[in-house]
């Protein structure tokens, strides 16, 4: 079932989506398409993408699925490096690859009607027979490519198979209890990992439904979950305080949901007034596009805790290691590891790039770039800060996370963000951005006052800065490096 921003819904069966898949898979052959051929995917989340995917996937063509709001210039990158031979598009984003157009197979336009720049994509659904048999293929044969955002460099293109998805799809049906009788929720953008591993591909493998919006909307949340009868929902923490934000009505109670997991930091106090206002269980997760499902997970039964990304979930194994990969002791920072199989249960490797394919995957362990604590206590991992946002102050390592905890538990502050900036004196000088609550005036005097209250003197922020809101990715993670250039591009701070 799809909802698109007008409200407007449409739907599927089982069936009709299998014709649907297969008249396009034929019409896919007919333009030249073969095995290990790469189709690129421009388009908003919707039936579309669904029909797409398992059409490309079906054939051994690797789906290429990419961020409708990329400009043209990153489009290009993207296209050339993955290798496209033929793209799937709406109108509205054609004028990103009329360049293009002589080096591809064929332009498909979803919800158009054909004219100069492509033909319909419905058209041809329409207009070609469906495929009687599909090509043989093998587990270990790639599946996608799903590109990873850039923030320092260009985005790697993370290999995924056929087994991949299988086993997420295994893993997370298991994990999240899910039955022919749930429905999942899917509002974040389907180009990214998070819609295909731990709802889209689950639902299918126990026959559930998957229910669709066109764009994650914080206002109407639960009421699209309530009108497409949703049981399950999945998000960051960013959407989630955007809901937190909205006025509360009592009507966005009254839903079907019985399960959202999120990941990435939120306050206690955040995650109290979400269960309660909404009435739904929270499951906090830790995954990446690389690591394919959810090494860490709090569990659906027994104790549980939101502040922690949660324990090790079946099919892995998690360990914390220091700079030279040895483990640490419980309660001490260190790298995590996920223990996998390339192609199986961990990412393939890298796109043309085996440098960075062997600096992530090294021993049938893949290092993630991020740091954790394990408490010694009840075994629950905490996030510490990625790698590359460990400030270096005075000789001393600083966890941009650990203070925005601090600052994010002070009443007033809606949330934080934390960075470091080149310092000729003490390597790195510490800046934070707030968004103050509504109502609230705030000052940096006393959002420093509570650091050196709480945080060693070498850990408080030189500067506060109060923003409305922060630059964010597709999938709501601030994006730092435009904090960095916003205090350059203000004289605030000078580059090494």
């Known amino acids: 079932m799809f909802e698109d921003q007008q409200e407007q819904t449409s739907s599927l069966t089982y069936e009709e989506f299998l014709d649907k898949v297969r008249r396009l898979a034929r019409a896919l052959q007919q333009y030249g398409i073969q095995k290990g051929n790469k189709v690129l995917l421009h388009l908003p989340n919707g039936i579309d993408f669904m029909i797409s995917w398992f059409s490309v996937t079906s054939i051994g063509a690797v789906m290429v699925p990419t961020n409708v709001l990329s400009t043209a210039e990153e489009m290009a990158y993207l296209l050339e490096h993955s290798e496209t031979k033929l793209v799937i598009t709406e109108k509205e984003y054609v004028h990103?690859?009329?360049?293009?157009?002589?080096?591809?197979?064929?332009?498909?336009?979803?919800?158009?009607?054909?004219?100069?720049?492509?033909?319909?994509?419905?058209?041809?659904?329409?207009?070609?027979?469906?495929?009687?048999?599909?090509?043989?293929?093998?587990?270990?044969?790639?599946?996608?490519?799903?590109?990873?955002?850039?923030?320092?460099?260009?985005?790697?293109?993370?290999?995924?198979?056929?087994?991949?998805?299988?086993?997420?799809?295994?893993?997370?049906?298991?994990?999240?209890?899910?039955?022919?009788?749930?429905?999942?929720?899917?509002?974040?953008?389907?180009?990214?990992?998070?819609?295909?591993?731990?709802?889209?591909?689950?639902?299918?493998?126990?026959?559930?439904?998957?229910?669709?919006?066109?764009?994650?909307?914080?206002?109407?949340?639960?009421?699209?979950?309530?009108?497409?009868?949703?049981?399950?929902?999945?998000?960051?923490?960013?959407?989630?305080?955007?809901?937190?934000?909205?006025?509360?009505?009592?009507?966005?109670?009254?839903?079907?949901?019985?399960?959202?997991?999120?990941?990435?930091?939120?306050?206690?106090?955040?995650?109290?007034?979400?269960?309660?206002?909404?009435?739904?269980s929270l499951r906090q997760l830790y995954g990446m596009t690389e690591t394919v499902g959810t090494p860490l997970i709090n569990p659906l039964d027994g104790y549980y805790n939101n502040i922690s990304m949660g324990r090790p979930t079946i099919g892995y194994r998690v360990k914390l290691v220091d700079e030279n990969g040895h483990e640490v002791k419980d309660g001490e920072a260190g790298q995590i590891i996920v223990n996998g199989i390339p192609g199986r249960t961990i990412m393939k490797g890298y796109f043309h790039n085996e440098e960075a394919t062997s600096s992530t995957i090294k021993d049938g362990w893949l290092y993630t770039g991020d740091v954790a604590r394990k408490d010694p206590n009840d075994g629950f991992f905490y996030f510490v800060d990625r790698q590359k946002d460990m400030i270096r102050r005075a000789g001393e390592n600083v966890a941009a996370g650990e203070v925005e905890e601090v600052i994010n538990q002070y009443e007033g502050v809606f949330e934080s963000a934390v960075i470091g900036v080149p310092d000729e004196i003490r390597d790195e000088a510490i800046h934070a951005f707030v968004i103050a609550k509504d109502g609230y005036d705030l000052s940096g005097q006393e959002i420093i006052d509570v650091c050196k209250q709480k945080l060693a003197k070498f850990k408080v922020p030189e500067a506060i800065h109060f923003v409305d809101e922060f630059p964010r990715t597709s999938v709501g993670k601030i994006q730092k490096h435009e904090l960095k250039k916003f205090l350059y591009e203000k004289g605030a701070a000078k580059r090494k």
Do not use: C, W
């Not at 994990?175 to 389907?190: A, E």
């Not at 309530?226 to 998000?235: D, F, N, P, Q, W």
């Not at 955007?242 to 306050?267: C, G, V």
């Open 96 to 280: 990103k690859f009329t360049r293009f157009r002589d080096q591809l197979n064929g332009l498909f336009l979803a919800r158009s009607d054909e004219d100069d720049y492509g033909v319909s994509l419905q058209n041809i659904i329409h207009d070609t027979e469906p495929l009687t048999a599909f090509p043989r293929l093998s587990s270990d044969d790639i599946a996608s490519i799903l590109y990873t955002s850039g923030t320092t460099s260009k985005p790697k293109g993370v290999l995924l198979t056929h087994a991949n998805y299988i086993y997420v799809a295994e893993i997370m049906s298991k994990t999240l209890r899910m039955s022919p009788d749930d429905r999942v929720f899917i509002v974040l953008p389907m180009f990214h990992g998070n819609g295909q591993y731990y709802l889209a591909m689950p639902a299918l493998t126990v026959g559930a439904s998957i229910a669709i919006a066109e764009r994650f909307s914080a206002s109407r949340y639960f009421q699209q979950a309530k009108r497409l009868r949703a049981t399950v929902g999945s998000l960051f923490a960013a959407p989630l305080k955007m809901i937190l934000k909205k006025p509360y009505r009592s009507a966005d109670a009254e839903h079907s949901l019985r399960l959202i997991i999120f990941a990435q930091s939120i306050t206690r106090e955040q995650l109290r007034e979400f269960e309660q206002r909404y009435r739904v």
